[in-house]
């Protein structure tokens, strides 16, 4: 069966050649018995090629079971995947197969995979490699003859470094790695499956058929669609039921499809998250600015000793960093606002030099000390609770731990 029949038969449309490409490793993996991860964005047709690879493989006369693994709740999943023994927990009047025993002898397409919690990672691990099971309160081992298809959203590669996903089955359901490309990869494809849905639903609804102006069909193929075939559906579907004017403008298609600035999300930086950004370059940024204000006002505290006290001049030199001090005070409309400074009682020697008395400290520059200071203020604020002096500092518990360890304090 070659490519063009593969999507007769399973109503695929589109001549992309990534498209063509994605339909290929199905056909060629399909007669194995090889695990396959199916990766690629939300609606984009990840379940159509489980269905493929079951369908011309040697199992397709067996049990094909799709298994949505984010829409089952922790505490139930390894129940529905293994089954369990009566009186096993709370609520549970009789013994009950999972799907792992129900569908022996043909395929489990694990949509979402990379939600399955650790406990039942390890399981599945464990069926991969030998086709043995617990059932939950049983201890007989079960055996199983199933082939696994897994399906996931999300860059699990990502998860397996972040600890949430298990490095050893990544790399047991990554056996054969089938990407479906997005629908804007896609891009010669978006027209024709419009059509497709437009002509199904003007079927469907006994309605007349939907034609697109040229306008509305470059809107159509240049839109993003992060909701893939899936959304495209969606809005043909709107379209042929709301829409009185079955010659649809660019203006007309334009109310069905979502303003794309309005949802665009914030992006990391160079791939940083946005944790790591907040505690390393915003505790620098407040370091670098305790440091200017500090030198400032040793400038100010400086030239106001080596004048005597005069301050009109000062307050002319330095008319913005004033304002800045005192930008919580009303100052009045003339400006001529000055600092009062006590000088000392007539019983001081009156050649009393205060320029020359002034000991000017050198200042330690290093941010390692800066950052080392403020650390072991947080500490002793909060009596050495690392918890609460993370949360006074910015930063999580783990980076304090590591910065207490860094600085030996």
């Known amino acids: 069966m070659d490519?063009?029949?593969?999507?007769?038969?399973?109503?695929?449309?589109?001549g992309s050649p990534l498209l063509n490409r994605a339909i290929d490793t199905a056909r060629q993996v399909a007669p194995t018995d090889m695990s396959v991860l199916i990766t690629g964005e939300s609606g984009s047709g990840k379940e159509v090629f489980s269905h493929i690879i079951h369908q011309m493989s040697t199992r397709k006369h067996g049990a094909f079971i799709a298994v949505n693994c984010g829409a089952i709740p922790e505490g139930t999943i390894d129940s529905e995947l293994f089954g369990h023994e009566k009186g096993s927990f709370t609520g549970a009047h009789e013994a009950r197969k999972g799907y792992f025993e129900v569908a022996n002898?043909?395929?489990?397409?694990?949509?979402?995979?990379?939600?399955?919690?650790?406990?039942?990672?390890?399981?599945?691990?464990?069926?991969?490699?030998?086709?043995?099971?617990?059932?939950?309160?049983?201890?007989?081992?079960?055996?199983?003859?199933?082939?696994?298809?897994?399906?996931?959203?999300?860059?699990?590669?990502?998860?397996?470094?972040?600890?949430?996903?298990?490095?050893?089955?990544?790399y047991r359901l990554n056996t054969v790695p089938l990407r479906i490309p997005a629908l804007h990869e896609r891009k010669e494809d978006i027209y024709l499956l419009f059509r497709k849905f437009a002509a199904d639903f003007s079927d469907k609804y006994r309605s007349p058929g939907i034609q697109l102006e040229p306008e509305a069909i470059q809107i159509l193929s240049n839109y993003s669609w992060p909701g893939n075939v899936r959304q495209l559906k969606n809005i043909a579907e709107q379209i042929c039921v709301l829409e009185k004017d079955r010659n649809v403008s660019a203006q007309a298609l334009l109310n069905y499809i979502p303003n794309e600035q309005a949802n665009n999300l914030p992006m990391t930086i160079n791939g940083s998250s946005k944790e790591d950004f907040s505690e390393r370059d915003i505790l620098y940024k407040?370091?670098?600015?305790?440091?200017?204000?500090?030198?400032?006002?040793?400038?100010?505290?400086?030239?106001?000793?080596?004048?005597?006290?005069?301050?009109?001049?000062?307050?002319?030199?330095?008319?913005?960093?004033?304002?800045?001090?005192?930008?919580?005070?009303?100052?009045?409309?003339?400006?001529?606002?000055?600092?009062?400074?006590?000088?000392?009682?007539?019983?001081?020697?009156?050649?009393?030099?205060?320029?020359?008395?002034?000991?000017?400290?050198?200042?330690?520059?290093?941010l390692i000390d800066k950052e080392s200071d403020l650390i072991k203020k947080a500490l002793k604020k909060h009596k050495g609770k690392r918890k609460f002096a993370a949360q006074e500092l910015g930063i999580s518990e783990r980076t304090l731990y590591r910065k207490i360890k860094e600085l030996n304090l």
């Open 3 to 14: 490519i063009q029949d593969i999507k007769n038969r399973f109503g695929i449309i589109g």
């Open 105 to 170: 002898g043909g395929t489990i397409f694990l949509d979402e995979v990379a939600e399955l919690p650790l406990g039942t990672q390890a399981r599945l691990l464990r069926i991969l490699e030998s086709g043995e099971y617990l059932r939950v309160g049983s201890s007989k081992v079960q055996k199983t003859d199933v082939r696994i298809i897994a399906a996931t959203n999300v860059d699990v590669y990502n998860r397996v470094k972040s600890g949430k996903f298990r490095e050893d089955l990544y």
């Open 286 to 366: 407040v370091l670098f600015d305790m440091k200017k204000d500090m030198m400032e006002l040793k400038k100010l505290v400086a030239e106001i000793i080596q004048n005597g006290g005069n301050t009109s001049h000062i307050m002319a030199d330095n008319p913005q960093y004033i304002n800045q001090l005192y930008q919580e005070v009303d100052l009045p409309n003339n400006h001529e606002a000055t600092l009062t400074i006590k000088h000392p009682t007539q019983n001081a020697p009156t050649d009393y030099n205060y320029a020359h008395d002034v000991e000017e400290v050198e200042e330690s520059l290093s």
